[in-house]
């Protein structure tokens, strides 16, 4: 998959390469690395772990101490350490181990790292990346299974993305850790041993705040980003097969800023939309998607904009429940052939 979404051929004269989305934030921060001596890689067990999700594999060995540093259990810490050294120059990666453990450093995400470029006005900036996972389906109890995107994407200053195949994880990470502002890297655990096409040039980046078409339809618009863009994308195909409905998937890709053009001129074409995320849907990212999609295309709606997420409740580990809680592929089919069946 290229940056746009598009699906390329690996050939040697190419330099496209099958890895999976691990290997893609592997191969980002390596290539970042060997670029720029001030980015380093701090976390709980980044080291001589290789990472709690074998993301780091290596780099210890590679780079030395000094650039891939384990710490104490103290988010708090560590991510405020971040932005001390992103403020001094460097240019640090901040590891947590999921994305619910981040709320124990809320305090210097929100506070501090998305308010310094303004507070200073531009004379100090914080050129700090977080890396974290996020995502349920793995019976991880409901305080480690929730999908923050919203509350931080809902901050001023904190630039916010969230890949959704490797071709995009190498190059939103590589354009994160080039970036003069705080941007948090949401990744998936689900998506972590998923293969695609990767290019590898060291060049080549994912441009923040570009949504991308993954896959063109003319029937439904289904707006999604994450792991909710990787169902979409499975649902869509199995309505094409099925029942010859042509989904269009939108995977917003960044959440902030925000591509909103890119959605509604998917919404003008097709003329329906549905709204996908993993978070709970009040107050969450589909809620804002949908409040710009009306204002955006009013007139070019011919029925009301559908959104699902997660059910609003603490995930249950019981796996019938959990599945049940989940924005499934049977719950985004349905919740397709709805909103088609509005619009007819």
């Given at each position: 998959?290229?940056?746009s ?30 670029r ?45 350490a ?18 619910n ?11 501090h ?10 004379e ?67 998506i972590?041993k ?36 990787v ?48 978070g ?19 007139d ?45």
């Open positions: 998959m290229s940056a979404g598009v699906a390329t051929t690996p050939t040697a004269s190419t330099g496209v390469e099958t890895m999976t989305y691990r290997e893609a934030l592997r191969l980002a921060m390596r290539q970042e690395m060997e720029d001596e001030r980015v380093f890689v701090m976390g709980e067990e980044v080291g001589l772990f290789d990472g709690s999700y074998k993301v780091t594999a290596g780099l210890m060995d590679e780079f030395g101490p000094d650039r891939v540093r384990d710490t104490p259990i103290s988010e708090e810490g560590f991510v405020g971040g932005v001390g050294a992103a403020m001094l120059g460097e240019r640090p990666i901040v590891e947590i181990m999921t994305l453990f981040l709320l124990v450093a809320m305090d210097q995400v929100v506070n790292a998305a308010k310094i470029g303004a507070m200073f006005g531009g100090v900036r914080c050129p700090l990346v977080i890396r974290t996972p996020n995502g349920a389906g793995n019976q991880l109890t409901a305080q480690h299974s929730q999908s923050f995107d919203g509350w931080f994407a809902g901050t001023p200053g904190l630039k916010v993305v969230a890949p959704a195949n490797p071709a995009d994880a190498k190059g939103l990470l590589k354009a994160a850790i080039r970036d003069d502002d705080p941007v948090l890297v949401i990744e998936n655990l689900p972590y998923e293969k695609g096409y990767v290019d590898v040039d060291a060049e080549l980046l994912t441009p923040i705040g570009r949504a991308a078409v993954a896959r063109e339809g003319g029937d439904l618009t289904v707006v999604a980003h994450s792991f909710a863009t169902r979409a994308l499975k649902v869509a195909e199995k309505l094409a097969a099925e029942r010859g409905v042509s989904l269009e998937v939108v995977d917003l890709r960044s959440l902030r800023p925000l591509d909103v053009e890119t959605v509604a001129k998917s919404v003008a074409k097709t003329n329906r939309v549905l709204c996908v995320e993993e709970w849907p009040s107050y969450g990212v589909t809620a804002e998607i949908a409040a710009r999609i009306q204002y955006a295309c009013f070019d709606l011919d029925a009301p904009v559908e959104r699902i997420g997660m059910a609003e409740v603490p995930l249950p580990y019981a796996k019938e429940l959990e599945l049940a809680a989940m924005p499934t592929e049977d719950r985004i089919e349905r919740a397709a052939l709805q909103v088609l069946e509005l619009a007819a």
